[in-house]
């Protein structure tokens, strides 16, 4: 089992910036991939950007030069700086884990993005 607790959410401005954290517990050991979903009312979950051990990233086009992943692999922790915010990035940001053995998806439990002015 994995526990992933998300952090940094909250109310922004368009055009500020915001950071999320991502740290995993549990059985750790199996995690090769972390990332960053997020799902706005009425729209389907959609993935912003993951990162894996070896630390190769992917980034959904619409986040491209705006968002940033990172992590830390020995701690299991995952990272994303968001700029340029935009009214239309509000929605509930979702931290994932995918492990090996078993194979599987973690997630977390959500953490709100507001941009509004």
């Known amino acids: 089992q994995v526990q992933l607790v998300e952090s940094g959410g909250g109310l922004v401005q368009p055009g500020g910036s915001l950071r999320l954290s991502c740290e995993a517990s549990g059985s750790i050991f199996s995690i090769y991939a972390m990332g960053w979903y997020r799902q706005a009312p009425g729209k389907q979950r959609e993935l912003v950007a993951g990162?894996?051990?070896?630390?190769?990233?992917t980034y959904a086009d619409s986040m491209k030069g705006r968002f940033t992943i990172s992590g830390d692999n020995a701690k299991k922790a995952v990272y994303l700086v968001m700029n340029s915010l935009k009214q239309e990035d509000s929605a509930v940001y979702y931290c994932?884990?995918?492990?090996?053995?078993?194979?599987?998806?973690?997630w977390g439990q959500g953490t709100q993005v507001t941009v509004s002015s």
């Open positions: 990162i894996t051990s070896g630390g190769s990233s």
């Open positions: 994932t884990a995918d492990t090996e053995s078993p194979p599987y998806s973690y």
